[in-house]
């Protein structure tokens, strides 16, 4: 069975562009999650999105911002971004039911210059 | 806010030694997750406990999580060079109602052959 799916792998963008990361859950997980892990700072949670609906947010700006599709598979898109946003972006899937027990992808490498 | 210290930060040892990281919280958590993460590369879980006082097993791997529920440990059995990675522990709480889970700093592990 496939695992947690994201691309690109890497994203080289500049100060002030947009950036757009795919993920998709492994079968029959309705749950999506987005982390980013930047060095030295730890895995921080971004957003939560079931059924379509975004269901919880961390505390960070609304340029960071998402969605999720008929399919499950979910988008994040980070708007004007800032030389800080350069990290590890994790996406994770669960069951709605058991969302403590989240498997992650291999993440997309973000690099702003 | 809930957050979980690891410690240590840092391990290096040789092959066949034994040791334990800890993760301790001052908040109660409804699960704990390990999981480990090689470099560039998405977090793999371990195991997820949820009683207080549980005590898992894999392999040489053996996980125990607190009687009051604020704290694990993991303690590895005559490590190998392939236990090397990132360790991480992840509490999930209010029984997931918030969907995210809240992941310490990590315990960077080298076993050296």
């Known amino acids: 069975e496939a695992g947690v799916t994201q691309s690109p792998t890497h994203l080289i963008k500049t100060r002030g562009q947009q950036a757009t990361l795919r993920c998709s859950p492994i079968s029959g997980h309705t749950s999506v999650y987005w982390y980013q892990q930047a060095l030295g700072l730890g895995l921080q949670f971004l957003l939560w999105y079931d059924e379509g609906e975004e269901r919880n947010r961390g505390n960070f700006p609304p340029r960071f911002s998402g969605r999720q599709f008929p399919n499950y598979s979910s988008e994040l898109n980070v708007n004007a971004l800032e030389l800080e946003d350069s990290a590890l972006y994790l996406c994770?899937?669960?069951?709605?039911?058991?969302?403590?027990?989240?498997?992650f992808g291999p993440g997309t490498r973000l690099l702003v210059l | 806010t809930q957050l979980l210290e690891q410690s240590p930060q840092f391990l290096s040892i040789q092959e066949g030694e034994n040791l334990t990281v800890y993760c301790n919280s001052s908040?109660?958590?409804?699960?704990l997750q390990w999981y480990r993460q090689e470099p560039g590369e998405g977090p793999v879980l371990l195991v997820t406990v949820v009683t207080g006082g549980e005590v898992k097993k894999l392999k040489r791997l053996t996980f125990q999580f607190g009687d009051a529920r604020k704290d694990s440990s993991l303690h590895i059995t005559a490590a190998q060079p392939g236990d090397t990675g990132l360790y991480l522990c992840a509490g999930g709480s209010s029984g997931g109602s918030q969907g995210n889970l809240i992941f310490g700093k990590g315990t960077k592990l080298s076993v050296k052959p």
């Open positions: 994770a899937s669960s069951l709605y039911q058991n969302q403590e027990t989240q498997y």
């Open positions: 908040s109660v958590f409804s699960s």
